[in-house]
């Protein structure tokens, strides 16, 4: 590693070294559920959500045989609910059909269930079955693009691509906790706490606004 990822990485390791995935779920499917309702929303407001749900729809034989407006009614409090309780029912039905019931653990098989996108599918091999993956969420490319580790027009799987460039394989899957803790917690989307950052002499979000 050159100087600079290692600084990052050591500040990082500084302020979360103990950064872990804040979703809470017992099990890879309730892990699944959990990513596929994150969208544009948060976790504290997923949890709340699925700390009732899973009492209730526990496998996904349970999803496939609820009708979808108890689904929906379970989750309504969240961001396209609609959506997201078609998804997770067919997506559910899908695990049954060609996965007996299990998530599968690769890339190409996460990607082609409903509602699972390339950031899902690597939060999945990453957090449950500790495959090297760079999940990028909203945290992670704001912060990449601040260190500019990425730049500002860079697409989303070119953040990725990127990152894995940046970070060695055996750190990915801690960094991205790292950053997301960073990006949720210091390196926040208004009113950063640039002051007080380590990270100053790296960051181009700070170069750029230092004086203004």
């Not at 290692?6 to 390791?13: L, Q, T």
């Not at 998530?103 to 091999?125: E, H």
């Not at 990270?199 to 979000?205: E, K, N, R, S």
Request: charged residues 30%; glycine residues 2%; proline residues 3%.
């Amino acid at each position: 590693m050159d100087e600079i990822t290692k600084k990052i990485c050591e500040v990082f390791d500084h302020m979360f070294p103990n950064a872990y995935c804040e979703l809470k779920h017992h099990n890879h499917f309730e892990l699944l559920v959990a990513v596929i309702l994150s969208a544009q929303t948060t976790d504290k407001s997923v949890n709340q959500v699925t700390e009732i749900l899973f009492q209730r729809f526990k496998t996904p034989e349970d999803f496939v045989k609820a009708d979808i407006k108890e689904i929906e009614d379970g989750i309504r409090r969240l961001g396209l609910y609609k959506n997201k309780a078609k998804n997770i029912k067919k997506m559910s039905m899908m695990l049954i059909d060609k996965y007996d019931g299990k998530v599968p653990s690769t890339r190409d098989a996460l990607m082609k269930l409903p509602g699972v996108g390339r950031k899902t599918a690597n939060v999945i091999l990453s957090v449950a079955f500790n495959q090297s993956a760079f999940a990028v969420d909203t945290h992670v490319e704001r912060v990449s693009k601040r260190l500019a580790i990425a730049k500002n027009k860079d697409t989303v799987l070119t953040v990725e691509k990127k990152l894995n460039e940046f970070f060695p394989p055996s750190l990915w899957n801690k960094l991205h906790h790292q950053m997301i803790f960073f990006g949720r917690y210091h390196c926040l989307a208004r009113n950063p706490k640039c002051k007080n950052c380590q990270l100053q002499a790296i960051c181009q979000y700070y170069k750029d606004n230092k004086n203004k």
